[in-house]
């Protein structure tokens, strides 16, 4: 089974300034897919960014990038030019290829909740 | 556009009393559809997961079962609540291909007393 960690519980970063998310992930699969996906105070789960294992290039939107080591297991989330908005809980999550039997199911990580100072 | 409603978005019962929250999806056909919990502070479990109507597997032994009688409705139920069941319960949906993510829904957040 996949497994999913955020290492880190709690981040805070600066208003404008960059923060880093950590992810890491266990499995044996050589296909598949991870998001993040962002949990304001209100606790609606809202989708910040996909990647798909097959692809080398790092996903973007917008202020939001992640560095995606498939060899290392590594996905981690970049928030630049941070804002306000952006204070919430940060969830890493794994999905296996829809080819197999997991039918699009998610593995989460804990969360890292993202302070976000003026 | 697709859409998900979740209701009620607040609910407080007492132990022992049956619970039935509902999810339906809009502006899409066949989803997969799942239903998770999240304690306070804490992350996601995947509790029950259907790829079609009446199709429905669970992820953990529990008090709780699922049901989809239509094709883009999904019941989460128990017929007697435990303290444990407390927590904030997601739906959520999403296409069959694997690159498409989940979307969920508002919530529910139920306390049991």
């Known amino acids: 089974a996949q497994t999913v960690t955020q290492s880190q519980p709690e981040m805070s970063v600066q208003e404008a300034e960059t923060v880093t998310l950590s992810c890491t992930y266990d499995t044996s699969e050589s296909d598949y897919y991870l998001f993040w996906y962002k949990q304001p105070p209100s606790r609606q789960m809202i989708l910040v960014i996909r990647q798909e294992a097959y692809k080398q290039q790092n996903a973007t939107e917008n202020r939001f990038s992640v560095n995606f080591q498939k060899a290392a297991k590594s996905f981690s989330l970049k928030i630049s030019d941070s804002q306000l908005g952006d204070a919430a809980m940060y969830f890493c999550a794994y999905r296996s290829y829809a080819g197999g039997t997991s039918y699009g199911k998610l593995t989460f990580g804990q969360g890292t909740i993202l302070t976000v100072h003026p | 556009s697709q859409t998900i409603h979740q209701w009620p978005a607040t609910l407080v019962q007492p132990v022992g009393s049956p619970l039935s929250l509902e999810c339906t999806v809009e502006?899409?056909?066949?989803?997969?559809l799942y239903w998770y919990r999240q304690a306070a502070g804490r992350g996601l479990q995947l509790l029950f997961y259907?790829?079609?109507?009446?199709?429905i597997s669970s992820e953990v032994p529990q008090n709780l079962s699922a049901s989809r009688p239509q094709d883009r409705q999904f019941i989460l139920s128990s017929k007697k609540l435990l303290l444990s069941d407390s927590g904030f319960y997601l739906c959520?949906?999403?296409?069959?291909?694997?690159?498409?993510?989940?979307?969920f829904g508002d919530g529910t957040r139920l306390s049991i007393l």
């Open positions: 502006g899409t056909s066949n989803p997969n």
């Open positions: 259907s790829v079609g109507i009446g199709q």
């Open positions: 959520a949906w999403s296409g069959a291909k694997g690159n498409q993510p989940q979307h």
